[in-house]
């Protein structure tokens, strides 16, 4: 038997409004450490990696590991009867094929359930090896989501540059070029304002707006993005989840063949 | 001659947003007692009945009855162009053909005066019997208005039933299933916080959600909506509005012919 | 070479939003004396003038006159990604074929440079005489902004009556008239509110409400509107930018063929 209860629920929402575009259906992972799930995007070009930890439920019980296949959007239209102040409950019987939330009002005077049908998704787990990275970028996330979404509107790819003075964002597109240059910080009044790099080489890497700014759903999740580059890996934007764990979106870079292309 | 002068004109804006959309035209009657309507919504399923008393007016001169048919569309437009503080006055003499809506701003620097046609609209008053009903649920508008929205994102139909502990909203759909519980609570800071329910005996009846959502579009009317409730007749539900009058909406339940197919 | 240097960089996103729709391709002409754009509407009806005089800049070279021909759409494409506190530097070197539009954030934080590739566009600077006016209204651009909307709900067309009391908007359309009258009113609390009529003689002109609504999107701009009124001559809608220049739009009255169907 499973019995999950979550009682910041709006987390729950927020992760399934961030990946419910990117991810149409994917098994729920659960085990004694926690909650999670990993899932190719329709296209098969971004990874997402989700874990909630079982600590950073008010309740966590899970007799034996369960994978549940479930459509993403439909959970998130469930979901969304949840109120922003809801408990939410996740129950799953031994050996039944259907999966329910049950939403608590903080006064607890309504109380929903929504059951839903679980499916059969073929998938392998991907072993995603612990990799040294070349730069790790700590930044607002909104002013990530805010450059992803500006640049877009001029071009389809962005370069990415680590230097130690900063990171750059570079696109080039029909109507002109633009870069984005976002300094180091780390005085600033709020920790979550900060622009934090650690950098052991120099890297600049190409990728698709289109995947960057739909990781960038994530953005309600937390109010700092980890972007960690290497030349030889796909890039990781990690999105932290309160105390209890982490939504990670993996995009290979593009190999560029005409370098003028998308070099600005 | 006609001229009835409202002080919150901004409650005839919101009386007209909440019915353009379910009735096309309709005649609006005025009389010594007030400012009614009573119309079929288009598709000839469901009932509005509306009332202003006299008494609301700051001005009320009705020298005698008059029914004007009116296009609720074109009127909403022009009432959309009075501002929310502005003080309405509806004016129209014996005989004509047309009706002058007037807005005056609070500071009487700016007035407005619209003018539009009126048309012949055949209409049969219907009695409306007063009734005893089962059940009679008093809750606050804004829940009832989620849930009918949120239930329609799962099934067409809901049922609704009322026990003494509280009622029940249940829906079924391709997706799956889903039931909200709102528990009878007199015990809130705020009376329009409050769920009651008076109960005779216990009712179970089925509603096309289209319908509900429609009528909930008179939630800015008031913080509170009555939903009656009995097996033989058409749900009522109920918004008051302030000390002069009410919006109600009629619709009968839908008779289940497969019994599987509407309860959860 | 050119460079100005803007700290209330919202202002120019401002100007290019309330334009951008107006006009498609436009020559900038930068001089000693300030930063200017005339240009007809596509459609070849209304006219638009706009001047940020270079005291208004913080930093204002320009060494020679120098007329920069640019896609407006583009360039409000690129001013959107400025932040609403960011300080906007427009950049040109002498015989380049780009500009450069700099945006530094308050913190210095996050400094980004758009380019775009400047166009060859034909142009004649009409001499636009300072006039003598039959009558100039003065109001909160808010209020013209609402009329205008508000009437275009009704009819196509706007006749402005201007007499010492007052101003009255009127329009005509299929479902009725409507009349709005806004009454001279010096004593009010905040100056923006006022409205203010200078006549000399009476003026009655009728104009296209689908022009006066695009020049409302100036409204951001500035908290007065002041309108110019001559029988024989095109209207003047003018916006006060700051303390630093004006946006103004011209329009022609509609001659009234049939005098039934415009006038109420």
């Known amino acids: 038997m ?11 929402k927020k992760v399934l409004e961030s990946i ?51 459509n993403l959007g439909n959970m998130a239209k469930m979901l969304k009867c949840a ?37 059969d998704i073929d998938s392998e787990h991907l072993g995603i090896p612990e990799a040294e990275y070349h730069a790790i970028v700590r930044m607002p996330s909104s002013e990530f989501a805010r450059i992803c979404k ?35 910080n780390t005085t600033v009044d709020k920790p979550e304002d900060a622009t934090i790099i650690e950098m052991n080489e120099p890297v600049s890497l190409t990728f698709a707006l289109r995947y960057l700014n739909s990781f960038t759903k994530a953005t309600p999740l937390s109010n700092m993005v980890t972007i960690s580059l290497s030349s030889e890996l796909p890039v ?14 993996y995009l290979a870079p593009k190999i560029e063949e005409d370098d003028e292309d998308t070099k600005p």
């Open 20 to 70: 419910k575009d990117l991810v149409n259906d994917a098994n729920f992972d659960c085990s004694a450490t926690g909650f999670s799930l990993q899932a190719m995007d329709s296209s098969h070009v971004a990874l997402v990696a989700l874990l909630l930890r079982s600590e950073g439920f008010e309740h966590y019980r899970c007799d034996r590991n369960l994978s549940m296949g479930i």
């Open 2 to 12: 499973l019995e999950l209860r979550l009682v910041q629920g709006s987390l729950l």
């Open 236 to 249: 990781v934007v990690e999105y932290k989840i309160a105390e209890m764990g982490y939504i990670r979106f």
């Open 83 to 119: 109120g922003n102040d809801d408990i939410i409950t996740i129950k799953a019987d031994d050996g039944s094929d259907t999966v329910t939330f049950m939403f608590e009002s903080p006064t607890q005077d309504k109380i929903s359930d929504f059951e839903m049908k679980l499916m």
């Open 150 to 184: 500006d640049l877009s509107s001029i071009g389809d790819t962005v370069l990415i540059s680590v230097t130690k003075e900063g990171v750059k964002f570079s696109t080039r597109g029909d109507i002109g070029t633009a870069n984005v240059v976002c300094r180091q």
